[in-house]
């Protein structure tokens, strides 16, 4: 992705939608277990700043239905 993808209008709900909404889609894929995000080829290790989602690549889909 490009810079724009770090951060949403819509707050931290926005972003956490975001992110899952492209993690769900590819791990439908046969063989996709997990996804890395990067951001201008630089791995993301936060989306969004002030109350932004930290994590850590690579993400798997989780077992239960995360509440957003």
Partial sequence: FDADFNGSELGVAG????????????????????????????PMERLGTGEGIVFQNPLGRPSKSPIL
């Fill in 15 to 42: 972003m956490r939608l975001k992110v899952f909404q492209v993690l769900y889609t590819l791990t439908e894929f046969p063989g996709v277990r997990s996804v890395a995000f990067f951001v201008n080829g630089k």
